[in-house]
């Protein structure tokens, strides 16, 4: 566990850039854990954005694209994460 996040639970949002905002508390950022999440609440044909963070798992998905925070990449075309971050 990182230094600082003893006490802080995880919590996995998705946001629709002009619409509703779910939050999910889950115990772990894992693929098994964020699967069902991504599954009851994206529609197969949605574009989705995220960053090089968490489980990866949506990357399996057909309209994923990401920016790689790690390089310093935060905003390539419409491909951003700012709309959650903020």
């Known amino acids: 566990m990182a230094a600082g996040t003893a006490?802080?639970?995880a919590v996995f949002s998705l946001v629709?850039?002009?619409g509703?905002?779910?939050s999910h508390h889950i115990g772990d950022v894992s693929a098994k854990t964020l699967r069902p999440i991504l599954e009851s609440h994206i529609k197969v044909d949605a574009k989705v954005y995220s960053d090089d963070g968490g489980s990866r798992v949506a990357c399996e998905l057909p309209g994923h694209a990401s920016v790689n925070h790690s390089i310093g990449e935060y905003v390539r075309g419409d491909v951003y994460t700012n709309t959650i971050e903020g």
């Open 16 to 18: 629709e850039r002009g």
């Open 20 to 22: 509703k905002v779910r």
């Open 7 to 9: 006490s802080k639970e």
